[in-house]
């Protein structure tokens, strides 16, 4: 554990953050994305125009919270839908194994 002298300070910089607006987190990505994590929030933190450029575009793509019912709509939406399958199996008695 750290000693107190390290817990002021921390507790000093968590509260220099949140006066400024901003919070400190972990996500977990691929080690390859670092750099890229990295800059997305950097530009975000700056704000400006070209912040909201990017959260809105962010948010396109990402889309929001997922809906109920989504999997059997984007189903549906399927090109296969009216197309006649016979997705039926030969039944077997399967095979014998020597233990």
Do not use: H
Not at 65 to 71: A, M, N, R, T
Request: without cysteine; glycine residues 10%.
């Amino acid at each position: 554990m750290a000693n107190a002298s390290q817990q002021k300070a921390l507790k000093n910089y968590r509260s220099r953050l949140q006066a400024r607006g901003m919070a400190r987190f972990e996500v977990l990505g691929l080690d390859a994305d670092r750099e890229l994590i990295r800059s997305l929030a950097k530009r975000l933190a700056e704000g400006g125009p070209e912040a909201k450029q990017i959260r809105a575009s962010v948010a396109r793509t990402v889309g929001g919270k997922p809906e109920k019912g989504g999997i059997l709509a984007a189903l549906r939406r399927s090109s296969l839908v009216d197309v006649d399958l016979d997705l039926s199996r030969e039944v077997t008695e399967g095979r014998a194994v020597d233990l």
